[in-house]
Structures are given as C-alpha cells and as structure tokens.
C-alpha cells in the first residue's frame, strides 16, 4: 500500500532535488537518473511507516538499482546536459564543472558510486558502506582508488588542454 501521509510528500519536495543529483553523477545520465529517484520513491512509499532513515533508503535504492543496470547492460550513455539544479551551495559548481563530470565517468560504476556519496553527498565511510552494502574498509579503497584516478585523469586533461592551447 502507498502511503498519504503528508510527511512522505515533505520529505519528497524537500529532498528530491539532492537525490536526483546523487542519482545523476552515480548513472551519468538524467533520464535514467530520474527513472532511478522514481523507483525509489515508489519504494519508499511502500514502505514509508517501517523506515527509519528515509535518506539512506533512497540513497541505497538508488545504488542498487544503478548496480543492476549496470549488470544488465555493462555499458553507459553519456549524457551532454545536465539536470536543473536548485541548491547553490558549493558543490553544485564542483559537480556542473564539465571536466569532473567527464572524469566521473571514466570511473568504474563502484568507484563511482563510492566517490559520489562520500564527497558529493557528504556520507560518512560508515553511511557510504551501509547504502552500497559493503565493509568500511572497502570504502575506503573505493574511494582512495577514485580519488587517485580522478586526479590522474584531471592531471591529463589539463596537460592536454595547456599542449592545445600551446599548438595553436
């Protein structure tokens, strides 16, 4: 059964921009993007009165349902725009910037994922572990790993635009 409680709805407006987000940079793509926030919320919905931390259950549908897309396809689309956005705190500018967005999508979907809900969603390494449903230990590779790629591929993409800008 689907809930009414007007809570739901609250908890909806309030947080449907942020997750929508969180969904976009771990699938890179915004339709799917919103395909996976609707499923969540739907999931949640069913099961609103039974759960306690409303945040990490979207947070961990979300992931979960990413993983098995990416199961299914072992592929991404890259998308070329980005979802409106409604919040101006600093990391929206971190996330709109197009050379982390591209570096984003190099990473593995569990680096991805790993990296996204650390830095971009402010998890803590015990939060993260339970939303991917992993050891913290893990997490911490996970993000070490992307972070170190990240930086590799932020490293190559501005010597590569200092040689074109150098060659013209």
Known sequence: MVTTDPAYTDFVLARQAQLRRAAYLMCGDATTAE????????????????????????RRVIYRQRVSLWRRT??????????????ADGTEERARDQEVHDALRTLPPRQRAALVLRYFEDLTEAQTAEVMGIRIGTVKSLSHQAVARLREELTAGRAEQREKEGTR
């Open 74 to 87: 072992r592929r991404e689309v890259v998308s070329g725009h980005l979802p409106e956005r409604s919040m």
């Open 35 to 58: 395909d996976l926030l609707q499923e969540a919320l739907v999931a949640l919905a069913s099961r609103w009165e039974s759960v306690d931390h409303p945040d990490a259950f979207v």
